[in-house]
């Protein structure tokens, strides 16, 4: 289990799922469990590394598996701005980044003071006006420091997992290049997403309603910098998780040699 081949070596995971608060007691959220992160983690402190994992809003439960994980130093976080500034940070002094927080793209303008209430305004449903969050990890590809592998995640909803409808009649009957084929498809988005982000590695997975977010399997595409497969990895996150700090490894020697 403990190879051994991250000894030493500083690592930054982020994990979870960030809430963008709309007022005292609501919030925009998602469903990442952070189970393939806190995964992530515990499989490189098992390797030697020093971690810190940034956990967006990951339950108790989940962050057990980190227990008696000295290397492992958990922080906390709750929203887009506190994961940013927690992941600008702690970047600088680590020479491996794995984003694998589902961030949210957009967060609430004006976050009400007051619980919103329906009897202050009867009949009226409000309207949520919303602001775009920055790109943490495309900043800290902006800010890397040198030698430093830096990973990001995507995870896409394809072909007949897209949404819980059928796919609609105007895909059906023009479907797009490369678009019939859901791997193709997953592909594709993840090599375009590479291009946008500049990693060194994506790892792309398909999640849908069933797959992927709150599951314990998973299922891992991770691309390198040239949109090559680097690997394909199935089974349990921690096997998947294994797997993606092996093509981590690869990267850091590559960038020592
Ligand atoms: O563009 P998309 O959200 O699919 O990209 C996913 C990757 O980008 C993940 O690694 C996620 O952690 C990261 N991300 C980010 N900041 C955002 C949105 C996504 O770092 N605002």
């Known amino acids: 289990l403990a190879s051994g081949d991250f000894e030493g070596v500083r690592v930054l995971v982020t994990a979870g799922g960030t809430r963008e608060p709309i007022d005292p007691v609501r919030y925009l959220g998602n469903r990442s469990s952070g189970r393939q992160g806190v995964a992530v983690a515990a499989a490189a402190a098992d390797r030697g590394a020093k971690v810190v994992l940034l956990a967006a809003n990951i339950d108790e439960s989940v962050l057990a598996e980190l227990r008696d994980r000295p290397s492992v130093r958990v922080v906390p976080v709750g929203t887009a701005a506190e ?6 940070a702690a970047a600088g002094g680590a020479e491996v980044v794995i984003m694998a927080a589902a961030v949210a793209d957009y967060r609430v303008a004006e976050v009400a003071e007051h619980k919103i209430r329906k009897e202050d305004a009867p009949g009226q449903a409000p ?17 890397r420091r040198p030698g430093q592998v830096i990973v990001g ?3 896409e909803t394809v072909g007949a997992g897209r949404g819980h409808s059928e796919p609609d009649a105007e895909d059906a009957a023009f479907p797009g290049p490369g678009e019939e084929d859901p791997a193709e498809e997953l592909l594709e988005r993840g090599r375009r997403k590479l291009a946008r982000k500049g990693v060194d590695l994506l790892a792309v997975n398909a999640v849908g309603w069933n797959a992927g977010f709150e599951s314990a399997e998973n299922a891992l595409l991770v691309l390198d910098a040239d949109g090559r497969v680097a690997c394909e990895a199935t089974g349990t996150k921690r096997a998947v998780a294994e797997r993606l700090l092996d093509a981590v490894r690869d990267e850091l020697r590559a960038l020592r040699h």
């Open 153 to 155: 995640f995507a995870a």
């Open 127 to 143: 309207t949520l006006r919303l602001v775009e969050n920055p790109d943490i990890l495309v900043g800290l590809v902006r800010e």
């Open 83 to 88: 994961l940013e500034s927690a992941a600008r």
